[in-house]
């Protein structure tokens, strides 16, 4: 598994250094230069699926997908070797999953809006057959750099009203909400055994893309794959 960070030499501008989306803006010879090098330094064995992150709850089996299909997803599971998981994040929560067993991981994309729509329920469906698992929440705002309004707190708290403690007052109908905070507890109340938290912040972070931050920005990626 690994996160990438914004350092590299392929993409200029707003988006400098190693953005790896082809859907924000950059140069697409520049992202195409900056996704060989990445599989070329971890030495993939196969091109990662990029998906068409759409903010819901699909999650696909990177396996049983064609190499040049972009699947529309928020995940993607792989339960053998050849297949590399990935999605693309620059505030929302990256999730992995793994089997304790060995047998399967998963990556998840995580915004406010999944986590609604059940992105999370479903990566833990997808891996049921496999037991116990294991996350790891990646790179992503933190709830000191993000507010929201009564929409997307009432939105959240429709899902699962136990993420009430995870949002602060900040002024007239305006929330801090912690959304690694809100992917712990509902991964836990899934039955994920353990769940690590990287308390890396996206947005203080310099190292990541944000959109809060910066709004034209790339994307950090953040892959799984079984050797």
């Known amino acids: 598994c690994c996160v990438t960070t914004r350092h590299g030499r392929g993409s200029e501008g707003s988006y400098a250094g190693f953005n790896l989306a082809t859907h924000v803006g950059d140069d697409a010879s520049a992202v195409a ?30 396996c049983r997908v064609s190499r040049h299909e972009v699947p529309a997803a928020d995940g993607a599971v792989a339960f053998a070797p050849g297949a590399v998981c990935v999605v693309l994040t620059a505030d929302c929560v ?14 998840l994309h995580a915004g406010w809006r999944g986590i609604a729509a059940g992105i999370l329920d479903a990566g833990v469906a ?14 992503a705002i933190s709830a000191t750099h993000y507010e929201v309004g ?8 429709s899902s699962d009203p136990r993420f009430a403690r995870r949002f602060q007052p900040a002024g007239r109908d305006h929330w801090m909400a912690d959304l690694p905070g809100m992917v712990h507890d509902r991964l836990r109340e899934l039955g994920v055994a353990t769940v690590t938290l990287s308390a890396l912040c996206s947005f203080a972070d310099s190292r990541f893309y944000s959109y809060r931050r910066d709004t034209v920005t790339g994307r950090n990626a953040t892959l799984v794959w079984l050797e």
């Open 33 to 62: 230069l900056n996704r060989r090098t990445l599989a070329a330094t971890l030495g993939l064995s196969s091109e990662p699926l990029w998906l068409h992150q759409v903010h819901g709850a699909s999650v696909v089996d990177a």
């Open 94 to 107: 990256p999730v992995v999953l793994a089997a304790r067993n060995g047998a399967a991981v998963a990556v």
């Open 126 to 139: 997808a891996l049921a057959s496999v037991g116990a698992l294991d996350a790891w929440v990646g790179p």
């Open 150 to 157: 009564d929409d997307v707190r009432t939105a959240l708290l």
